[in-house]
């Protein structure tokens, strides 16, 4: 059988309705699921013994900007038995910006979900150690929003002295 | 004719203390490679012995600043960078200079973000500033005989009773 539809019937099967879009892109199969699903989703993924989904490969975000729903979550995960990596999307629906946080499944999403939030802002609900990354701590605003300005904002960043 | 030459024949030479200690200060110019990016690669080059930076008596590259009299900034100071730089020139004795190697320590060069400093000028004081994405060896080279001409015409009271200055945070 045919990886993409073992994975998609499989998934199809234990989660219904919970799917929202199934895309096949330039031989990039992608899952759209949603947001309060994402760790069963992960879970199951995993733990199915034909799929084994074992490695969290990144973890990134989108912002549409001009969307209602402003951000998605991507996730890549890669399975060593399929030797497939598939591709999960979930929009975020509300004004909190969170979703909960897949370390539980895999540990490697741990500074993936933290530069994440770095960037976009969004909150990994559950995650064990959430601070920013790049930016330096006491940064309150998130530089790959669409945004924010390309310069930065004055003022926002601690910065020396002229040395004499 | 060298200098063994003058005293076999008078056995003495006449000269300034100023003219003996700039000559000694410029003649072992001491860097602290603050290699930070792309750029530090040159100047590791410029050490190699194709280039042999120990012609001009600064091969002691050391990596504390208590020995260094000259920082040579290689490489993208983003503005959490920013801090150490400073702190770590705050840390090496007086008399210090500064070499801003690259287009990104001398203006932020194509880095135009919010990330990145927009030239090492802005917090500390540049005495030469090296252009080119990354400088050739003989770029640095140039920068350092540059500032050795510099530091020639230095005398011993400009360097006295400059105030130490503690490590002061502002905004961006
Ligand atoms: S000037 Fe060019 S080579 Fe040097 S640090 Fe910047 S990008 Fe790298």
Known sequence: ?164 | MGLEAILQKDGYVTTTIDAIVSWARKSSVWPMPMGISCCAIEMISAADPKYDIARFGSEVMRFTPRQCDLMIVAGTVTYKMAQVVRRIYDQMPEPKWVIAMGACTSSGGMYRSYSVVQGIDQFLPVDVYTAGCPPRPENLLNALMTLQEKIGKTKARDFQNRPLVDLELAQN
Request: proline share 5%; net charge neutral; hydrophobic share 35%.
């Open chain 1, 1 to 164: 059988m045919d990886v993409k539809a073992l994975i998609v019937e499989k998934v199809k099967e234990k989660f219904g309705s919970s799917l929202e879009e199934v895309s096949d892109f330039r031989d990039d199969l992608c899952l759209t699921i949603k947001r309060d699903q994402i760790v069963p989703l992960g879970n199951f993924l995993k733990n199915d013994p034909d799929l084994q989904f074992s490695m969290c490969k990144d973890v990134t975000a989108i912002d549409w900007a001009t969307r209602k729903n402003r951000f998605t979550v991507v996730y890549h995960i890669h399975s060593f038995k399929l030797n497939f990596t598939l591709r999960i999307k979930a929009n975020i629906t509300d004004e909190s910006n969170s979703i909960e946080s897949v370390t539980s499944l895999w540990k490697s999403a741990d500074w993936y979900e933290r530069e994440t939030y770095d960037m976009y802002g969004i909150k990994f609900v559950n995650h064990p150690d959430l601070r920013r990354m790049y930016m330096p701590e006491g940064f309150e605003h998130y530089p790959l929003r669409k945004d924010f300005p390309l310069l930065g904002i004055p003022g926002s960043l601690p910065f020396p002295k002229k040395a004499e």
